[in-house]
């Protein structure tokens, strides 16, 4: 089964994304802030993350980073409410593969996962 990280403070953002992705019967994982992140992703074995920028403790950049440092090959998409063409410039350039801007439609963010995946495979 395909497992997919969500990470992001917002309890609400975290469940919305993980309904909206229901229907494709994926296991869905949570982390309320990057540390959360990397604690879990010694636990488990991961297909995708879905990352919000905007946190406490450890933001999305400063995972992206740690990540990064890891020599990560996990695909990543970013979600954020930040749309400054600099910031998605930034995700991408830390390896993310896409950036998508709030609020999030369902069939945005399914086509988002399915696209990475498969460009992952």
């Known amino acids: 089964m ?21 229907e494709d019967h994926y296991q869905v994982i949570e982390a309320s802030n990057g540390q959360i992140a990397l604690n879990m992703l010694a636990q488990h074995v991961v297909d995708c993350i879905i990352l919000d920028l905007m946190m406490p403790v ?20 970013v979600i954020t409410a930040d749309i400054q063409n600099d910031t998605a410039q930034q995700c991408l350039a830390m ?19 399915t696209h990475v995946l498969q460009g992952a495979t």
Not at 6 to 22: P, W
Not at 95 to 111: D, F, M
């Open 2 to 22: 395909t497992t997919l990280l969500i990470v992001d403070d917002s309890n609400y953002n975290r469940r919305l994304v993980k309904k909206m992705l229901s």
């Open 95 to 113: 390896g993310v593969g896409l950036v998508l801007h709030k609020p999030i439609k369902t069939e945005e963010i399914r086509a988002a996962v």
């Open 58 to 77: 450890m933001d999305g950049f400063h995972l992206l980073e740690a990540l990064n440092e890891r020599d990560n090959r996990i695909p990543i998409i």
